[in-house]
């Protein structure tokens, strides 16, 4: 097998993500080079503020960490469009890995009870395989030693026999519909919902809509990456 996976990479040897050399045995997905030019928010004050800004006065939100900066073009673009579509599911666990250790460090989420992802729809489920958010919330779980419970916020399909008012709502900001199936379960709970990119907030937000339906919940939010300007 080790035979195999030698000449298979003989002709296609790992790259890096970002710039394409020819990695070392040691690296992975990004060479050194372009490893030590992650973007890295690193706890900025001033993008912690802004962060909070995107969901002030629409949803209450506890706090909000991001872990990296995305640019068009940039380093994580291309090591997110890695793990959404090229299946390398790694990436997660490789972001995961980073973010907790620092997260855990912070302290600033030491008091939630459980790490909830942004869902994905069955049908995108079944196409692409897998949630590209399951290893980067497995984990942070096991880092920060908090449950995840990957299957109590589900995406549901708006049925064509919606009324009209729910119609509207769809062009308004709603085109997508998330469940929650159990409004107990995280009674005078504190959930960390996870993401991989924030843009303009408004799929985090239609989740956090759905999840305040519990009584006396407390939501934090982590992800991957936030962009401004895209
Ligand atoms: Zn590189």
Redesign the pocket.
Known sequence: MQYLKEIFCLFYPNI?V??E?TLLQNEKY??T??NNDLPIIDDNPHTNVTLESTFFGKVPIKSIRSFLYYQKHGITQKIIHELKYKNQQQIGSFIGNWFGTQLKESGIFNNIDYIIPVPLHSKKLKTRGYNQLTKFGQTLSNILTIKYIPDILIKVSVSKTQTLKERFERFSDNKTKFKLKNYNFLEKKHVLLIDDVITTGATLETCCKELLKTKDITISIATMAYTQNL
């Open positions: 890096c970002n710039c050399v990004l060479c080079v372009c």
